[in-house]
DNA sequence: TGCATTGTTCGGATTATTAGAACTATGGAA
DNA sequence: TTCCATAGTTCTAATAATCCGAACAATGCA
């Protein structure tokens, strides 16, 4: 089996990170690994949004991250460990990834509760 | 010919802003948008990094920008004017688009000034 | 050795992107 | 008014990217 890919730091573009996040799934796994304290293994996504992903597209998933410099993969027995690359790249492009995050659960929140502070005025022309 | 569509500002997502960005002719089309003083029309941008851009591609990336509601687009005559929408989606979500914006130029002047400051560690591992 | 588990790769179907050609819409000049 | 130039759009076909089931590889354990 081909050993994984990671791209140096310098050679990460923000293309290819806006690129990965761009895709529903993938930023809720990027989320999930950022936000967990542990490194996470790509099974543990097999639902993620009350959906079911197939585990081949959960590995071309994966393979989007890593390529684009976002998280770390890194074969340990039989599963793998996921860990973000968020100091590196946040060096690199500072702000970006936290910005993204955060305009994400902005989101989240804004979809799971509609009826609160969102509609103060009606349809914002 | 259909009327222009731009979505309201509580129905722009981060998936989309952050898929309209990450194409290379888009971003520098809306980099150069938000950065001019006066609207801009969309044959200004032909030949982009350059690159001759055919005028039917085009029109399918102001499109995107106009769907990802980024930009706001109105037909004066026989052109078009095109503003960028950065107060609303920086009021629903803020410092993204300057991050986005941000990471771009540092980009873009690692590729310009390949020799500078950028390489004190001869490879950032 | 045999098998369960985790993740990758392959192949075909579906979907998105590209760009040339034909078209629409507007403003001016004759 | 008529004709033409200009600015963008839409149509269509080729190309590229994505998705997912099936087959595969690699590891750990009974």
Chains 1, 2 share one sequence.
Do not use: W, Y
Not at 29 to 35: L, M, N, Q, S, Y
């Amino acid at each position: 089996m081909r050993p994984l890919f990671h791209p140096s730091i310098e050679d990460v573009t923000v293309e290819a990170i806006l690129h990965a996040l761009s895709d529903p799934v993938r930023v809720a796994i990027f989320a999930k690994i950022v936000g967990s304290a542990c490194s996470q293994n790509c099974s543990n996504f097999l639902n993620i949004r009350e959906k079911n992903i197939p585990k081949s597209t959960l590995s071309q998933h994966f393979k989007a991250l890593r390529e684009a410099g976002l998280i770390r993969g890194e074969r340990r027995g039989v599963e793998m460990h996921n860990t973000p690359r968020c100091m590196e790249v946040d060096k690199r492009f500072p702000g970006l990834i936290s910005a993204i995050l955060n305009a994400h659960n902005i989101q989240l929140q804004a979809k799971t509760k509609p009826a609160s502070a969102g509609k103060r005025k009606t349809a914002t022309r």
